[in-house]
């Protein structure tokens, strides 16, 4: 029997080429995700570790080693006694304090550089240039305070080159000038997460950035010290005892760095993973089909098998070694493409705006095991049905006396039709109770888990939905092209089981697209709403982090002739009652004109001197209620007690959890002045007008930004967008799969029909209108995956917006009708091309050489 199936799989070559590209791709994608994840993490890797690079001793903060914007917490740092006593040490060789602080880079025409919403970071370049972490591309580390160095992404970005001036604005908001003498590679160290980095000698760095002392000391023992013994002196350290600041040994340093690499690009392989795996499920329904339809075509072939001799249990066994055989074939052809395809999975990454680069490539023996395991266990577990059919094939039918065609199979029985309903049915109860939760996080993964339940509900209950949907999208075809849509309806129906298989990997991959749609439409929809219901803003003014509107810039625009409301902004963290919080403060002349939250109970208005107001989810967290007092820390540990007087909602685009009077923000966050100053332009003066008013109002302080509505909406638009455009190219691979198995299924379904082809060629139907037959087919197959992967999706979409809205207290559902209708047209489309080949192999048979063939 081995030598059999050996026998079938090189007679039917080709009939196996098609089926095996959707395993090749399904294992190729699960192979690229992860040679891609790897290839990250050793990027990551790479980049961090470089930060231990002939260190063999470091203290850091109490904190910890800081990324992102921890490091804009001016606290947070090692005092400079410490590196003076550390360098007086008999075992230290050298030591070097790292400086990493806000430093806002001017591009060449003199406005605010940007890059990924931020403004740029400025470090310290070491006098020992073994402990740098950074490799220069061109010139050298600056050495004067004249001096600065630019990152080369930046320099590339902005046509900087060695021997220009750079314009940098100092933490006094001073603009300074600096000669660039050398251009270095930030590589992907995610502590400046694409911004634009300036470096200077370590004195300037200081003085630019205004760092109170270092984010860092970094220390080489000298030759024969170990690393333990160096740290055990620096423990003794007077300057170091009782201030909280963590030792590491350079060993330890790569290995916590390490843990943060691993800790960026585990949780988005993971996401990666998921959408692989989804094209995997794909391929095995495609794969089942393909099975199940070539055991109906050799019914004879494994009748006369049974009746020389084959058991059943060889008969069951032929056939998984078919699966076997061309399963490995497949999926180790997937790795190699799955090589070729984490190449494309940065593309895509990169085309919608998330550059992750992989400055190598990792491929590791256990991803190609992964890999090629899960195709082959796919695979095989896929033919375990139809070879289970296969058994079941009588002898006698070897006395047919016709061959390679299949009738109608059964309709679904009533186990299957009652399996599906109670599914459905318990799907539909998880959800609902998902749905009512006000968590969101729980009511997420609990209204996830009813909509996978519904899911395998609908597709148990396909052969029953199958025919009467084909009917419905076969009226008009019908009606408008005549006899061949009929046909084709005809066709497409009566088979509703192969129909309703064919058609459940499309439905899968529709489904996802039309749920990530539904949801990132509401999102548009419901922010906009909120900002025009509960932020009634025309524009605002906006600092750069660590900075503060002037105060005499408010007063300026408070004075302009154009606007008519204009109110100052506060925002800072703070401690309610033992736990930290973001807090903001208002100008009174803003409540219910430029902010009027979902007020639960109290007014906004209400909020004055020695009161607060709150996020009704924080009265459990903050154990209080409205009239009871809370203590508030500031940053500088001045504390108040505060009268919780109103409580509201979230409006869904980042309320801070507390609103209290300016007086006592000001006395708490001792902040220089306001982050944000938001107006409202007179009545009857345009736009056009108003904006030119402010523009020009603040055109002489470089660290100020205009935003109005609209630039809000576009920048969440684009934002989404991207999301959306990530999800849809991620299930395109699987969508792409579908499509595959719809022509795999056409080109067998020819071939089965060749005898019923012929006679409809003998009746007088022409070559044109047996391959229009066959593309209607196709087409009303992939319509009916399309159009129920938009029912479900739509619905699980609509499912997760209440939620949302139910926990939030605000939402709008939107339905984009017109981008659901490209998607069915798209299907349509798709359907159509995926059946060219099958249709026209079929009316190039001439009539004799079909019924011979029959």
Request: hydrophobic residues 45%; aromatic residues 6%; charged residues 15%.
């Amino acid at each position: 029997m081995f030598k059999t199936a050996l026998a079938n799989l090189r007679a039917h070559k080709a009939r196996m080429l098609l089926s095996s590209i959707t395993v090749l791709l399904g294992v190729g994608f699960v192979a690229g995700t992860l040679i891609f994840t790897d290839s990250i993490r050793e990027s990551f890797f790479s980049s961090f570790a470089r930060q231990a690079r002939n260190v063999d001793a470091a203290v850091v903060p109490a904190k910890g080693l800081q990324v992102a914007d921890d490091r804009r917490d001016q606290d947070t740092f090692v005092g400079p006694a410490a590196l003076d006593a550390i360098r007086r040490l008999p075992d230290v060789a050298s030591a070097e304090g790292r400086v990493v602080g806000p430093a806002p880079v001017l591009d060449q025409t003199g406005k605010l550089l940007k890059k990924s919403g931020r403004t740029g970071v400025g470090i310290a370049f070491p006098a020992d240039r073994s402990l740098s972490s950074f490799d220069f591309t061109a010139g050298r580390a600056p050495a004067a305070a004249t001096e600065v160095a630019l990152d080369k992404i930046t320099a590339e970005d902005e046509h900087y080159a060695v021997g220009d001036h750079l314009t940098v604005v100092d933490h006094a908001d001073q603009r300074r000038v600096f000669t660039v003498v050398g251009l270095f590679d930030s590589s992907v160290d995610q502590t400046y997460q694409g911004e634009s980095v300036a470096g200077f000698d370590t004195a300037t760095a200081l003085d630019v950035t205004g760092r109170g002392g270092y984010d860092q000391i970094v220390v080489r023992a000298k030759a024969g010290v170990g690393e333990d013994k160096l740290v055990a002196e620096l423990t003794d350290l007077p300057a170091l005892d009782g201030s909280g600041d963590k030792l590491y040994t350079g060993t330890q340093l790569e290995t916590e760095l390490a843990h943060k690499a691993t800790g960026y690009t585990d949780s988005f392989g993971r996401v990666l993973l998921v959408f692989a795996v989804i094209a995997a499920l794909v391929s095995a329904l495609v794969i089942q089909n393909t099975f199940q339809i070539l055991i109906a075509q050799r019914a004879r072939e494994l009748a006369l098998l049974r009746c020389v001799g084959a058991t059943r249990r060889q008969v069951f066994g032929s056939t998984l070694i078919e699966a076997f055989v061309f399963g490995t074939l497949a999926s180790v052809a997937g790795f190699f493409v799955g090589i070729g395809l984490s190449k494309g999975l940065g593309l895509l990454l990169h085309a919608v705006g998330l550059t992750i680069p992989t400055d190598n490539l990792v491929v590791k023996p256990q991803s190609a095991l992964y890999a090629i395991a899960l195709g082959m266990i796919l695979t095989v577990g896929s033919a375990l049905f139809p070879a289970r059919a296969a058994t079941r094939v009588a002898p006698v039918q070897a006395l047919s006396a016709q061959q390679g065609e299949t009738r109608v199979t059964r309709k679904a029985g009533r186990v299957r039709i009652g399996l599906g309903l109670a599914l459905a049915a318990v799907g539909l109860g998880i959800g609902y109770l998902g749905m009512q939760n006000k968590d969101p996080d729980s009511g997420f993964f609990t209204l996830t888990g009813g909509a996978c339940v519904v899911f395998v509900g609908v597709l148990a209950l396909g052969p029953v939905i199958t025919a009467p949907v084909i009917r419905v999208l076969g009226w008009l075809p019908g009606k408008v092209l005549g006899p061949t849509a009929r046909l084709a309806t005809a066709n497409a129906g009566r088979n509703p089981r192969r129909v309703a298989a064919t058609t459940a990997a499309l439905t899968i991959g529709i489904t996802l697209v039309t749920m990530f749609t539904v949801v990132t439409a509401s999102i548009k929809a419901s922010a906009t709403d909120s900002i025009k219901k509960h932020f009634p803003f025309d524009y605002q003014v906006v600092a750069e982090p660590d900075r503060a509107v002037p105060p005499g810039m408010v007063a300026k625009l408070k004075g302009l002739p154009e606007l008519s409301t204009v109110a100052a902004v506060y925002s800072g963290k703070t401690t309610l009652n033992g736990r930290g919080e973001q807090t903001a403060a208002i100008d009174p002349v803003g409540y219910h004109t430029l902010i009027d939250p979902i007020m639960k109970q109290g007014s906004i208005s209400d909020v004055v001197p020695g009161t607060i107001a709150l996020q009704d989810n924080q009265l459990g967290d903050l154990k209080t209620q409205v009239g009871q007092m809370v203590t508030v820390t500031g940053k500088n540990n001045t504390t108040a007690t505060l009268k919780v007087v109103a409580t509201y909602g979230d409006s869904g685009i980042g309320m801070p959890e507390s609103v209290m009077a300016v007086p006592d923000f000001q006395k708490l966050v001792s902040s220089p002045g306001p982050d944000t100053v938001t107006m409202l332009a007179k009545p009857g003066v345009t736009p056009a007008a108003s904006r030119h008013a402010v523009e020009q109002a603040i055109t002489d302080d470089s660290l100020l930004t205009i935003y109005s509505v609209a630039d809000y909406k576009k920048e969440l638009s684009s934002g989404l967008d991207q999301i959306l455009g990530l999800f849809t190219g991620m299930l395109g691979l699987a969508i792409l799969i579908a499509l595959i198995g719809i022509a795999n299924t056409l080109s067998l379904s020819v071939l089965e029909r060749t005898r019923e082809s012929a006679l409809l060629r003998a009746l007088g139907l022409t070559k044109p209108q047996l391959r229009r037959m066959l593309l209607a087919e196709a087409m009303l197959m992939a319509v009916l995956g399309v159009t129920l992967g938009i029912a479900m999706g739509g619905g699980f979409g609509w499912a997760l917006v209440h939620m949302f809205t139910k926990a939030t207290g605000s939402g709008t559902l939107t339905i984009p009708w017109a981008q659901l209708l490209l998607y069915v047209l798209a299907g349509a489309l798709a359907g159509t091309l995926a059946a060219v080949v099958p249709a026209r192999r079929a009316a190039r048979q001439t009539v004799a050489a079909a019924i011979t063939e029959a």
